[in-house]
């Protein structure tokens, strides 16, 4: 909506309530769009609500309360997750944890686990100094190792795309760190002690599972001064967060900063945040006044991360595509909660990029008592440096069930093209004819979505000048 058109509509609305008169902040992604004057009532708010926009309040303490609130909200969410994860014992700090098999139906751990990677997953403290990463050659296999700070901003990700597949040693050093990294490593510096490194190897299927654990086996993780002394002989879930009350989350917030401070750039946020008493790395003890005027505070703003999450991509056939710069935020705090209220690890577009869809052509919903094609025409297959996936999962987000054990197709799989290089994918739950059985993706009786995956994607995507075709109900 263009700058203009909206202020005449916020105009309108304002001119029949019957509220007092407030200033107003309308809000996008964190900037100021509008500012003015007029009369503010709750059919107001619904209706800004439904223009997309995040919740405009007045500039109370109140109203500060709710930013500040989606401000720490991926913050906390993550060192939740870290501490449910270290109470594992599958998880140590400072060293790998790598999953060995491929998803099946019977897994209920994370929604959509993708069917083309293994991860290796570390929790990393620098508080106790810098840590070398060291991978090894991977002879032209896909890999990447997405870095996250405290904060859920993806900091570094090396890998295929970015750093090649050679064997390669990367120092990460944090926000105290004071030393010149050793020559031939690459410095990697996050702004907060606290890292989570997503590493994704490619795998080709259950017969490609051994040559992929042999290269996870030498993905090694050390304090810098260990990998010195070895080089020397050599050359010799989260959902704790919303049910904290407004007080509760302030006085975490303000007790998990101080080993994982604030982003230079959000100052102009934390002197705002100042009014209601919250300072980074100072315990919160706010007034009784503020603590009324917060009470609310964690209901508004749950509502309005989820209500950014609901509306983050845009539609195109069908497909919701995110195409939105995720991982590096900036000060655009509100899509920063949106993507860890969805699932903290989000990669970079530049990386991955993820359309999904659980409706036809249509719009009504997959389900198993239709057949479908997912149709290709000649050179519009996914434009991919790395490669592609199609998915399939229930509708509750896990791997559905089905006998040929097949959840997802592959681009490099030996798939059936047509006599003009078109490619048809067969989305059904019975089998089609014995010609089409290379391209067919097993679906269950109810109903079900799809994710198609596209690794180091082209621009073309990041563009929108290439989609995914609709999902097309077979006649």
């Given at each position: 909506?263009?700058?203009?058109?909206?202020?005449?509509?916020?105009?309108?609305?304002?001119?029949g309530?019957?509220a007092?008169?407030?200033?107003?902040?309308?809000?996008?992604?964190g900037?100021?769009?509008?500012?003015?004057?007029?009369?503010?009532?709750?059919?107001?708010?619904?209706?800004?609500?439904a223009?997309?926009?995040?919740?405009?309040?007045?500039?109370?303490?109140?109203?500060?309360a709710?930013?500040?609130?989606?401000?720490?909200?991926?913050?906390?969410?993550?060192?939740?997750?870290?501490?449910?994860?270290?109470?594992?014992?599958?998880?140590?700090?400072?060293?790998?944890?790598?999953?060995?098999?491929?998803?099946?139906?019977?897994?209920?751990?994370?929604?959509?686990?993708?069917?083309?990677?293994?991860?290796?997953?570390?929790w990393?403290?620098?508080?106790?100094?810098?840590?070398?990463?060291?991978?090894?050659?991977?002879?032209?296999?896909?890999?990447?190792?997405?870095?996250?700070?405290?904060?859920?901003?993806?900091?570094?990700?090396?890998?295929?795309?970015?750093?090649?597949?050679?064997?390669?040693?990367?120092?990460i050093?944090?926000?105290?760190?004071?030393?010149?990294?050793p020559?031939?490593?690459?410095?990697?510096?996050?702004?907060?002690?606290?890292?989570?490194?997503?590493?994704r190897t490619?795998?080709?299927?259950?017969?490609d599972?051994?040559?992929?654990?042999k290269?996870?086996?030498?993905?090694?993780?050390m304090?810098?001064?260990?990998?010195?002394?070895?080089?020397?002989?050599?050359?010799?879930?989260?959902?704790?967060?919303?049910?904290?009350?407004?007080?509760?989350?302030?006085?975490?917030?303000?007790?998990?900063?101080?080993?994982?401070?604030?982003?230079?750039?959000?100052?102009?946020?934390?002197?705002?945040?100042?009014e209601?008493?919250f300072?980074p790395?100072?315990?919160y003890?706010?007034?009784?006044?503020?603590?009324?005027?917060?009470?609310?505070?964690?209901?508004?703003?749950?509502?309005?991360?989820?209500?950014?999450?609901?509306?983050?991509?845009?539609?195109?056939?069908?497909?919701?595509?995110?195409?939105?710069?995720?991982?590096e935020?900036?000060?655009?705090?509100?899509?920063?909660a949106?993507?860890?209220?969805?699932?903290?690890?989000a990669?970079?577009?530049d990386?991955?990029?993820?359309?999904?869809?659980?409706?036809?052509?249509?719009?009504?919903?997959?389900?198993g008592?239709?057949?479908?094609?997912?149709?290709?025409?000649?050179?519009?297959?996914?434009?991919?440096?790395?490669?592609?996936?199609?998915?399939?999962?229930?509708?509750?987000?896990y791997?559905?069930?089905?006998?040929?054990?097949?959840?997802?197709?592959?681009?490099?799989?030996?798939?059936?093209?047509?006599?003009?290089?078109?490619?048809?994918?067969y989305?059904?739950?019975?089998?089609?004819?014995?010609?089409?059985?290379?391209?067919?993706?097993?679906?269950?009786p109810?109903?079900f979505?799809?994710?198609?995956?596209?690794y180091?994607?082209r621009?073309?995507?990041?563009?929108?000048?290439?989609?995914?075709?609709?999902?097309?109900?077979?006649?």
């Open positions: 909506m263009a700058l203009r058109s909206l202020k005449v509509e916020a105009r309108l609305l304002c001119q309530a019957t007092p008169r407030l200033q107003i902040n309308l809000r996008i992604l900037g100021v769009l509008v500012r003015g004057m007029g009369k503010l009532s709750w059919e107001w708010l619904v209706i800004v609500s223009m997309g926009l995040a919740p405009a309040y007045a500039d109370s303490l109140q109203s500060i709710v930013d500040a609130y989606i401000y720490g909200y991926p913050l906390l969410l993550m060192k939740d997750m870290e501490r449910k994860t270290l109470r594992e014992s599958k998880f140590s700090i400072n060293q790998f944890y790598h999953e060995r098999n491929l998803p099946t139906p019977g897994d209920r751990g994370d929604l959509r686990p993708n069917d083309d990677t293994l991860y290796s997953v570390a990393v403290d620098l508080s106790g100094g810098p840590m070398v990463l060291q991978v090894p050659d991977t002879e032209g296999r896909y890999y990447i190792m997405q870095m996250l700070d405290a904060w859920t901003h993806v900091f570094a990700n090396p890998g295929a795309r970015t750093t090649g597949t050679e064997a390669q040693s990367f120092v050093l944090g926000p105290d760190a004071s030393i010149d990294p020559a031939g490593v690459t410095a990697l510096f996050s702004p907060t002690n606290l890292v989570r490194i997503l590493g490619q795998v080709n299927g259950e017969t599972l051994e040559s992929v654990h290269i996870q086996d030498r993905y090694r993780l304090p810098l001064n260990e990998w010195r002394q070895r080089a020397r002989q050599s050359a010799a879930p989260s959902q704790e967060v919303p049910r904290f009350s407004a007080l509760e989350f302030f006085q975490e917030l303000s007790w998990v900063t101080r080993e994982d401070p604030p982003h230079a750039n959000d100052q102009p946020a934390l002197q705002r945040f100042e209601i008493g300072v790395q100072v315990d003890a706010p007034s009784e006044q503020v603590k009324r005027a917060i009470q609310t505070a964690p209901t508004i703003a749950l509502r309005a991360i989820a209500r950014r999450a609901a509306r983050l991509g845009r539609h195109v056939n069908g497909w919701r595509m995110i195409l939105e710069s995720i991982g935020y900036g000060t655009r705090y509100l899509d920063r949106a993507v860890a209220f969805e699932g903290i690890g990669n970079l577009v990386d991955e990029v993820d359309p999904a869809t659980s409706v036809d052509s249509f719009g009504r919903p997959l389900e008592l239709h057949d479908y094609v997912l149709h290709f025409n000649p050179g519009q297959t996914p434009p991919v440096s790395a490669f592609w996936s199609l998915t399939l999962y229930g509708a509750d987000g791997l559905a069930v089905n006998d040929r054990h097949r959840y997802a197709i592959h681009g490099d799989d030996p798939l059936r093209l047509n006599a003009d290089g078109s490619l048809d994918l989305i059904q739950n019975v089998a089609p004819a014995a010609e089409k059985l290379s391209n067919w993706l097993p679906a269950p109810g109903r979505q799809l994710v198609l995956r596209l180091s994607p621009e073309a995507v990041l563009n929108v000048d290439w989609a995914p075709p609709p999902v097309v109900e077979a006649r």
